[in-house]
């Protein structure tokens, strides 16, 4: 029973470096006071340690606590959900330092530490933040190690290095069990990130909004195809599709939108006649909008198809997922058009926009058909000197009339609002859908990578006899931008990641910079895909590649197996040099026989020396008696007198010869 | 009716297992830890952790978390893999008894005993303790030994075999005890506790033994003797000096008896107080030089002085029976 007890030196500062370590990769999402707070703890604690300070008196750390509290639900809004959560502990951590005194204290702010490890990852899951997590971990441990050198106290690399062994030593195990556990489907539904701006793609669309995106060099997502990825310039990715305006914004519309059911989803899949097939990677947006080329589908579970054929996913997207998809570049869209959807594709609002009104009616009339008029209204964007550009000029009341007819700059946004409007005005049925197009192919394994700047509004029309069809107006004006990219299109303007000077995407004419660039992202590709998203029928075909077959037996056989090998090693190596005092060969080969000689009856009294017991022997008459006594004498020879290595070497080979000779004219005696 | 049912059962467990631990770990004059004498499980803090790793476990499976599985799996594996380090902790130490007491009764009774190690591998927080002792820290890094002292009240007088020690180790994560029990054969006298008492030795006179030893004193004239410097004043023949002779000072003796004996018959009260008293008898008698002797109703020791004899002495008294038997 430890008696009066002081929390070890160095695993104090062991703990306070881990904790710092904790707070690091969360600092952005905690606010400022909670750091302050635990600036202070660690402050005060420190000083108590030093014997400066007293421990602050109870009801300093109940007003402390309850101000965590209130100052959580100022900072968050509520208590509930993994921010609030994680701050809360955090506080709990500052706090429970002021109580550290006992070693039960010690064991409950290190279990916290681990908790807090784990909710490190259900923000980011990255490879550089997986390694600093277990570092930190490993900080953790290392205190937990030196709370139990209450005898050394010393800060040194002593505990660390206990720790690295162990940490080695685990390793293996963990890797079985990562292989083998089944992944099962949530217990029950837990708080996600909830005060994380969303990013990517809005609901809706307002003229400047994708022009603010396109600053942005982030990923949104990657897609691997089974086979070469299409071209560039056919690489739509459908993500919302907007149908209601109100004279300045489009939305998704309050007509309700419905899922496909099952059976019109296999319709879907029977009709792509030219399969591709792909899966798309996508990073956390904080909303369900998956990107797919049209026509698509997709067998996952947790995917939802909507009316308009894009797919959704049943929740908001807080970490990285992985969605296999299947498309076809040229399926017909909804040949035949429902009068509910017909109506929510032509709906404008009653006024605005008179200039508009009057240029599309005046063109259609002139136009033999529906097909000739969006052909006449894609020319004028061709012919009318429009500039494609990020930094558009503000527009006035009549949006689109200022956009068409007098500042005529602008971003995608503006060109596809603008076309859609034009087909509504003579009652042709025309939406505005936002999503990516084109992408970064990376060469070393042929992922495409599509950053936010790839982000891009166009129009599909509905046409008789050929369903939606898909026209982008910026691609009149600038046909860069759908062949090459932004970067190119925005060459003269110079425009191009302007607020992210430092963007390594900002370098990529630089060649070894490019190629560091991608080899990380290929990286960062197998790790998501591998061990991220390892589970389901990724798992079950690692596990018939490993076990031939997936059953109780083989999986047990495997742990086992592994595990009986990694603690032989282990045993091996941390048990080496503390076993039983050995004694030297000489006398485990006399003992050895004075056991046989036992055996056969001729027992050494205790307390009886070497010689004496051979004399007794001798004087029986026994057959070895005289061998017996040679032997004694050598190991006494061996044993008490400074000998030579090479006179040891001799006597001892003349001692196994002897003991061999005596113990097997034992046996042939006994039989 | 239940708690007594209880109480019965664990303590026929108790017996049950203290059994098997004589067995298994006989007592011994030196004893070396392996595996056939630490016993290991999981520490309450150990119980906590399991605990947290199926929360953490919820928590992966919830947010279906692939690094959040490896992060509970990985701390699993890593409460496994210090089965055998906190195992190890134990393995290979040696203990050895160097000495037990004496001590008085009610005072607490030295133990100490040597721990070492058989290679040079590092050995951290090891808890020697008896449940009624306080524990004893031992890291052993750099130095291959250590002396370790422990106290132990002593709970009656005569021969004291204390019970088994106890050795125990949570390094290195506190999650796993690593203990055992170990007897070493050792045993420390526990003698009476002094009760301060009249004289009751029997002095052997001074003319019956026909020798007297003169030890520097006060009492009775014994010689003249020629003055050295530093004679005190008032010892000086000053009579003799006047009338002419040299300056002689006077030197005053006492008489040390020769022997005193210390009887069993001579002191009253209960057996334990008429030992108490002989203690301090025998104590306060060393203390005076004097050489003295015991006897007691089976016991006799004959007069002397000096640490051996004091030891003999309050041996034969922490170790009287009741005075019946031989």
Known sequence: VPSAWNIPRNALAWILIAQVALIAPHIERLPLWVLAVYGLCALWRIMVFQGRWAFPPKIVKVLLSMACFVGIYQSYGSLIGMEPTVALLFSGFSLKLLELVSRRDGYLVIFLAYFVALTEFLFNQDFAMVVLVFATVMLVTTALVALHQQGYQRFDWISLRKTAVLFAQAVPLMVVLFIIFPRFEPLWQVPMPSHQASTGIGESLSPGDISDLAQSGELAFRAQFEGPPPARGKLYWRGLVLSAFDGRTWRQGKLRKDFLSAQARREVLQSLQEPIRYSVVQEASHQPWLFTLALAHSDDSHTLAVDDFRLVRDGDIHSRIKVDVISDLSATIELELESKIRRRETMLPTTGNPQARAYAENVYRQSTDDRAFVDAVMMNYFQQEFVYTLKPPLLGEHSIDDFLFNTRRGFCGHYASSFVFLMRAVGIPARVVTGYQGGEVNPINGTVLVHQFDAHAWVEVWLAGSGWVRFDPTGMVSPWRIEQGLERALREEGSFLEESPLSPLRFRDIAWLNNVRLQMDAYSYYWSSWVLQYKGRRQLDVMKALLGEISAFRVSLFIVGVGALVMTLVAVVSLAGRGQPRSSAEVQLYLGLCRRLGAAGYGRRTQEGALAFARRISATGARWGPLLLAVSEVVNRLSYESLSSEQRAVLLKQLRRDVFTLSLQLRLRQQ | ?326
């Not at chain 2, 009610?106 to 005993?113: A, N, T, W």
């Not at chain 2, 054969?185 to 003319?207: G, H, K, N, R, T």
């Not at chain 2, 002419?244 to 209960?270: A, I, N, T």
């Not at chain 2, 306060?284 to 004899?309: F, M, N, Q």
């Open chain 2, 1 to 326: 009716m239940g708690l007594f049912a209880a109480q019965r059962i664990r303590q026929f467990f108790d017996t049950r297992f203290q059994q098997f631990v004589s067995r298994q770990i006989p007592p011994g004059h030196s004893i070396t830890l392996d595996r056939h004498v630490i016993f290991i499980f999981p520490s309450r803090a150990g119980l906590c952790f399991a605990l947290l790793l199926l929360v953490m476990l919820v928590a992966a499976i919830n947010y279906q978390n692939n690094m959040a599985f490896a992060l509970v799996f990985f701390l699993s594996s890593l409460f496994i893999v210090t089965i055998l380090h906190t195992f190890a902790n134990l393995s290979g130490l040696s203990f050895q008894a160097l000495g037990a007491g004496p001590a008085f009764l009610g005072d607490s009774v030295p133990f100490e005993l040597l721990i070492s190690r058989q290679g040079s591998k590092s050995y951290f927080d090891i808890n020697i303790y008896w449940p009624e002792s306080e524990a004893q820290l031992v890291t052993l890094m750099a130095q291959e030994q250590q002396r370790v002292k422990l106290h132990l009240a002593a709970p009656r007088r005569g021969l004291f075999k204390p019970g088994r020690l106890k050795i125990e180790t949570f390094y290195p994560l506190g999650l796993l005890r690593a203990w055992t029990w170990i007897e070493l054969d050792w045993a420390a006298v526990i003698y009476p506790q002094p009760l301060a008492c009249e004289y009751s030795a029997q002095s052997v006179s001074a003319s019956d033994s026909g020798e007297s030893i003169p030890v520097p004193g006060a009492e009775d004239f014994f010689q003249f003797r020629q003055y050295q410097a530093g004679d005190t004043p008032k010892h000086l023949f000053w009579k003799g000096y006047a009338k002419g002779g040299e300056l002689q000072s006077k030197q005053f003796v006492s008489y040390r008896q020769h022997s005193s004996w210390l009887d069993w018959e001579h002191v009253d009260g209960s057996v334990e107080v008429r030992l108490q008293k002989l203690c301090y008898q025998v104590l306060e008698l060393e203390k005076s030089g004097r050489d003295y002797g015991l006897t007691l109703p089976a016991v006799s020791i004959a007069p002397d002085h000096g640490e051996r004899h004091l030891q003999r002495t309050l041996t034969a008294l922490a170790e009287f029976n009741g005075g019946g038997a031989p």
